[in-house]
């Protein structure tokens, strides 16, 4: 279990930063993805989602992990619908 647990905070960790270098029209985002305890996190696929997309969740993500609920973690929902419509990067 308390690998699932690092890998979800994991997740949710590189949803919000980066370790990877992606343009974003003229831009460039950097930064550095990390678990809770600190420990880079490399081979995480990060996705920048608009923030309208984020506006229309239904509640804010969770750590608190239940079986069986369809939206326990609706950014995951969310990427696992839309996710090849945002721009992505792994991290090294």
Known sequence: MATIDRWVRALTAA?????VSVGVGAQTVQGTVKDRSGQVV???????VPAAD???LAK????QIRRNVDDDEPMEDN???????YRQAVTG
Request: proline content about 4%; glycine content about 8%; aromatic content about 8%.
């Open 15 to 19: 949803i919000l930063t980066m370790a």
């Open 42 to 48: 490399s081979g995480a696929t990060v996705y920048l």
């Open 79 to 85: 990427i696992a619908a839309n996710g090849d419509k």
């Open 60 to 63: 804010a993500p969770t750590f």
């Open 54 to 56: 984020v506006a229309k």
